[in-house]
């Protein structure tokens, strides 16, 4: 029976690569996500953090793009191109953990709500609902300036105001899970909660949930940026903070174009390739998005 199943996994998965790998965009967008995730994984290997001190910096001050510094340098006359590559890990890190965060409390939310009726989904969805007309961007910077600067309360800032969406999505799918005959099948066998919502429901809203992620990570990198432009920082150098220092020292007074667009590029790119790979899954997962396309 085990042999059964892993030849059933094993063909779902082959079927579900030759499907993506027809989505030209979502191909190209994973392209790019992995060639950026193994930048930030390999980065340790070749710079450390010094490169983002401004005691280390020995390049000329506002220094434009040339053979020694490919993206210039800043104010400090520390390289642009090295200060990317290592802000990436905190850009990408908070991106996934605060996605992660953020799927994770939705899909409770959601299958709970979608599962039990009466007031305790009532309950859920009211919660939910009051989390979802709170501005999610101002409440975070709240939580960030309330908790202090760190990654981790960077993480939980995001994590905690942009999970409301999740939850409504997972729920609406979950209501529809429950509504086809097994279920009632398994509940006149004797099935509990905890057998029908993870062995019957968690696995029809798993492919949702993975289209989701990818789109959440898009979502907390651009608010982590947004956090940290705004002054609500993990202490550490990202994407996010390169900007706030492009304006804090006046860059596009001093015509230092390249500290501004260099950060920016690496922003758009990776939320982009996150944007495209979502979406492929997507019409790759939900079957009314495939027969559309066909």
Known sequence: MTSVAWDRRKLALGRFWSDFRRQRAGMAGLVVLAVAVVLALIAPLF?????????????????????????????SGRSILLMAWWGSRTSLLIGFLAALLSIVI?????????HFRGWAG???????????????????????????????TIIVAIGV?????????????TLSVEARPYIERSKALGAGHWHITTRHVL??????????TTLEVASAIVTESTLAFLGASANKTSWGTMLRGSYDYGAATEGAWWYILIPGLCILAVVMAFTVAGRALEAVLNPRLRKAGA
């Open 47 to 75: 710079i450390d953090e010094n490169v983002t001190s401004v005691v280390t910096g020995t390049g000329a001050r506002w220094a434009p793009p040339s053979l020694d510094e490919p993206f210039g340098t800043d104010e």
């Open 161 to 173: 105001t942009t999970w409301p969406s999740t939850a409504r999505l997972i729920r609406a799918q």
């Open 203 to 212: 696995p029809n809203v798993a492919p949702l949930l993975l289209a989701s």
């Open 106 to 114: 939705g899909m409770v939310v959601g299958i709970a709500a979608g």
């Open 122 to 152: 009532a309950a859920l969805m009211r919660v939910t609902d009051w989390f979802l007309v709170l501005p999610s961007l101002v409440t975070a910077l709240v939580l960030a300036a309330i908790l202090g600067g760190s990654t981790f």
